[in-house]
C-alpha cells in the first residue's frame, strides 16, 4: 500500500507528463493510488514485445532502454517522467510491440486501461491530450522508418535533422544520443556530420547543432546529392 507522499509524488509526475498536465489533482490522485508501482535492476524486463498486456508506464526513476529484434535495434532510452504503453490500451494490439529493460535501477508505475479510461471518460481535455500524444507519436515513428531507410549515414542523419530542427534553429544532443537515434555507429555519425558540414548543410560545436541549408539537406536525404 502507498503511502500519501508515494501517492502524491505519482500525481505530480503525471502532472508534468504531455498527457495529463491538464488532468484535475484530485483525478490524478486517485489514480495514482490505484496504480502499480515497481521496481528493477539493471537488465531487468519492464515490457516486452512477447507480452500480451495493456498498461500505461511511467518511468518514476532511473533510465530504461526501448529496443526491438531481441535488442539488435535501439529506438530510445526513457528516463523520469517518460511514458511508455499508451498504443497498447485501446486498440487491436495484442500488447507491447518493443521490448523495454532498465538500463539501472529503476522504478516505474503501471496503470491500467480502465484506470485511462476513468481518467478520459472524467475529462475531455485529457482525452484530447491523449489523442495529440498518439499522433506525435506516429510523426516520431515515421521519422525514424525514414532514418532507417535511409541510404546512407549522411542519408540518415540528414533525413533526422530535417524532422527534429528548422532552419538556423540550433539543438544540443549528444553524440551517444544521436547514435542510438539513428541505429549507427560513432564513426559514422563523425562522418556524416564531416560530410554535411563541409557541404555547408550545417554547423556543429560541440553537441551544439544547427541546420543552414535545409535545401541542401533534403538533397542529402533522399540521395540526390
Known sequence: MKTEKEILSIARLMKQTPLFFKTDDSILEREAEKAEKLCFSKGDIIASSGENSRKLGIILKGRAEVTKDSGRVKMSVLSKGDIFGAITLFGNNPGFLTDISAAEKCEAVFFSPESIERILSEDGETARCYIGYLSDRIGFLNGKIDSYTGTS???KLACWLLKNTQQDEEIILSMTKLCGLLN???ASVYRA??????????VKNGKNIKVTDREKLKRYSDGTL
Open 153 to 155: 549515414s549522411s542519408a
Open 184 to 186: 549507427i555507429s560513432r
Open 193 to 202: 556530420f564531416e560530410e554535411l558540414e563541409n557541404a555547408e548543410c550545417v
